[in-house]
């Protein structure tokens, strides 16, 4: 019997195209089981039907790949190069499709999302913790913007999801509410304030509030001429163009006070207390809202939207 290759004519395209990717299992098996009747045993396939494609396949390549004897099947010296070979491409293919299947059910690929809030505690900090332990195949990005920036990002295509402050819906864009957060007001260590556990928003009459350009620092000022409707009951609003961790380490410093949410207590800088916020009805609140593209068909968003819904479920109407 010929135990090397047997030389062909065709194409080397045409040799491609006819080689069957259920071919190569069928021999594959073959040499693994060392036997063409218990390999298509273990396929659930009849063994003249095994047997009739590893001879295609012999044809088809120009290569004898399996002595055949009484005692079974062997792998030529050729057929064993092959084989190598073969595996590979079918270990390969098997990744690949279940890399797709993985991609489009949402469990693999990738979603970028668009925040100014901290992540140093709080509700979007567990949200992505939680997503990354059901879906450890996707790789999360992130991008810290201001609000103007995100919307742009948002229409652009650069992020698939914004998670901002209020309710109103970006330009050309859907919205489900996440969670609330508190306002805390923060205090250098030693100020007056401090000895209460409560403070109400006309206490903060005479004080210097510190408020960031940045979001969401516009929003926090809108909520304090709403919770302060009289001029005289206001604090003196200072804005800085700085950040909200800078301009709580100028509080830290003594230079005012500010008002912050719940997540960015986790930074835990240095020289601040916190105190909660209340008005005549109770603690006040900031609203957390995502946005996305209704046109964004990226099946690993679907997949965060649907955790979305399951962990921040919206009230029945």
Same mark, same amino acid.
């Given at each position: ?22 071919? +190569? ?11 063409? @009747? @218990? ?10 039907? !095994? ?26 010296? *050729?057929? $064993? ?5 073969? $595996?590979?491409? #079918? ?5 690949? /499709? ?20 901290? /992540? ?5 900090? *567990? ?26 990002? =948002? ?14 819906? +970006? ?10 957060? $508190?306002? +805390? ?11 209460? %556990?409560?403070?109400?928003?006309? &206490? ?5 509030? =510190? ?20 001029? %005289? ?28 949410? %719940? ?5 835990? =800088? ?6 909660? !916020?209340? &008005? ?9 809202? *995502?946005?996305?593209?209704? &046109?964004?068909?990226?099946?690993? #968003?679907?997949?965060? !939207? ?12």
């Amino acid at each position: 019997m010929d135990h090397g290759s047997k030389p062909t004519n065709a194409p080397l395209h045409n040799l491609t195209a006819a080689v069957d990717l259920v071919h +190569l299992r069928y021999a594959v098996a073959a040499a693994d089981y060392g036997s063409f @009747r @218990r390999a298509a045993e273990a396929l659930l396939i009849r063994q003249s039907k !095994l047997s009739r494609c590893v001879r295609q396949l012999e044809e088809r390549i120009g290569m004898i790949i399996f002595d055949r004897s009484s005692g079974g099947a062997r792998a030529t010296q *050729a057929g $064993r190069d092959f084989l190598r070979t073969a $595996r590979a491409i #079918l270990e390969q293919m098997d990744t690949l /499709l279940a890399s797709a299947h993985s991609t489009g059910r949402g469990e693999a690929g990738r979603v970028a999302i668009g925040f100014y809030t901290s /992540l140093s505690a709080g509700n979007l900090r *567990a949200t992505l913790v939680d997503y990354a332990k059901r879906f450890p195949q996707i790789e999360v990005g992130m991008m810290e913007r201001s609000r103007t920036r995100l919307a742009t990002a =948002l229409r652009n295509g650069a992020i698939d999801l914004a998670i901002v402050t209020g309710g109103t819906p +970006l330009i050309g864009s859907k919205m489900i509410p996440l969670w609330n957060e $508190r306002v +805390l007001l923060a205090l250098p260590e030693g100020h007056r304030l401090a000895e209460s %556990e409560t403070i109400f928003w006309t &206490d903060l009459k005479g004080e210097t509030l =510190l408020v960031s350009r940045h979001d969401p620092g516009p929003e926090i000022q809108e909520l304090l001429l709403t919770k302060l409707t009289s001029p %005289e009951h206001r604090p003196k609003a200072v804005c800085q163009t700085a950040s909200w961790g800078n301009v709580n380490s100028l509080v830290g410093a003594g230079f005012g006070v500010s008002l912050v949410t %719940e997540s960015d207590v986790g930074a835990n =800088l240095s020289g601040l207390i916190y105190r909660e !916020l209340r &008005d005549g009805t109770g603690p006040s609140c900031v609203r957390y809202s *995502a946005h996305w593209r209704t &046109d964004n068909d990226n099946p690993a #968003l679907a997949s965060f !939207l649907k955790m979305l819904g399951e962990r921040y479920p919206s009230p029945a109407v």
